[in-house]
């Protein structure tokens, strides 16, 4: 696979993904679902609002806490997910443009949970779709910008030279620091966002630390 080095073919080879193109497909239908519905206030603003302030740290926190997982034995039983596994592929081969991809396994358990949690949580139909048309186009965004960070073309925009940047340190350079991916907001409030130069190689930066299988 020839890694793309201008827009197009940028562009082209990301939808010949499966993930961007159920990201797509459920951003269109949800964004659809929501301009039909009408009834539009103040919450929807809100609603967005608060996704767009928690999306970093929510970055932060399946990255940390799900991807980066140390496999452990309880009562005899490995735990070992398998987005934590495919995440170790991944660090092990950066340039594999296919494990960049968001797992499709992950599809099938949550699109129906962002659903069926947002219809039962919020108190309206059209607040509930807002809030999933939201997530939904936050997704694909993560879904570019994490793809941009592992080919050779960036937008020549400063915010997306700044992210790509940001998580090739996290590949090449530390593990445990610049966990986010669209965003770098939680990096820089948890502490994780340090001086490049102070901060030195680190030797399990492929590894994670965890000898492949």
């Excluded at 239908?29 to 996704?51: E, P, Q, Y």
Aim: glycine residues 4%; charged residues 10%; aromatic residues 12%.
């Amino acid at each position: 696979m020839t890694p793309p080095r201008t827009f197009t073919a940028a562009l082209s080879l990301f939808f010949r993904h499966a993930s961007p193109l159920i990201l797509t497909a459920a951003s269109v239908a949800a964004v659809a679902w929501r301009i039909t519905l009408g009834a539009w206030s103040i919450w929807d603003a809100g609603i967005a609002l608060g996704w767009f302030l928690f999306w970093p740290f929510q970055e932060w926190l399946i990255h940390v806490h799900i991807l980066h997982f140390r496999p452990r034995t309880v009562l005899g039983i490995r735990i070992d997910p398998a987005n934590s596994r495919k995440h170790r592929r991944h660090h092990l081969e950066p340039n594999e443009i296919p494990l960049t991809f968001i797992p499709l396994h992950t599809f099938a358990t949550s699109l129906p949970l962002l659903l069926g949690a947002n219809l039962l949580v919020l108190p309206t139909l059209p607040l509930a779709v807002t809030s999933i048309a939201v997530f939904v186009v936050l997704s694909l965004h993560y879904e570019w910008c994490h793809y941009l960070a592992h080919i050779p073309w960036t937008p020549p925009i400063a915010y997306y030279r700044r992210i790509c940047k940001a998580h090739n340190l996290h590949h090449h350079r530390h593990e445990q620091r610049w966990f986010g991916v669209s965003r770098t907001f939680a990096d820089t409030v948890l502490g994780t966002s340090p001086d490049v130069a102070s901060t030195p190689l680190s030797p399990t930066v492929r590894t994670l630390g965890i000898p492949p299988q």
